[in-house]
């Protein structure tokens, strides 16, 4: 059994910008107004829940506020270099500076959406607590309407 939370539907959702390094199209600074998506699996508690929606949905707002109306970093990026005051990237010769408080850090090589799915998951997995009638977490983000990546954890 799971339950399921739409990004779209319970606004849940955050505009980024981001940039591929070395990608050819995607490399370019550019965003997208992302939406983020749960299905939790596991049997019902002694109340009749897996989680109650609301623990969830607010759970996934703050992860979601925390990304909103910033630049997201791939901070274990080679061409991405960090002062106490900036972040810079470097490649392909063109140099971003932008300023260390306008910048979410994902501990990735890139800032693609599956990368992002990922790190959600993981800040979740951080803020929840876990039950033991929880068996496993998706999380899905979009990169607008129709496309988007799922990641799953297994729980215990």
């Known amino acids: 059994m799971y ?15 981001h940039l591929i390094i070395g990608h050819k199209k995607c490399g370019r600074l550019h965003g997208h107004t992302y939406a983020v998506h749960t299905k939790i699996y596991g049997d019902r508690d002694i109340d009749g829940f897996i989680i109650d929606f609301s623990t969830i949905k607010t759970i996934l707002k703050e992860i979601a506020n ?20 900036e ?20 501990p990735f ?11 959600i998951l993981n800040q979740l997995i ?22 988007g990546a799922k990641v799953e954890k297994t729980i215990g």
């Open 126 to 147: 951080k803020k929840i607590i876990l039950s033991k009638n929880i068996k496993k977490i998706e999380i899905g983000v979009d990169e607008g309407f129709g496309q």
């Open 66 to 85: 925390e990304l909103d109306h910033k630049i997201l970093i791939p901070e274990k990026n080679r061409f991405v270099e960090r002062t106490e005051n």
């Open 109 to 119: 090589k890139s800032s693609t959406v599956e990368n992002l799915a990922e790190h």
């Open 3 to 17: 339950l399921e939370v739409d990004g779209w539907r319970n606004n849940i959702q955050f505009s980024a910008a």
């Open 87 to 106: 972040i810079k990237i470097l490649f392909d010769n063109k140099t971003y500076i932008f300023p260390r408080e306008d910048c979410a850090l994902i």
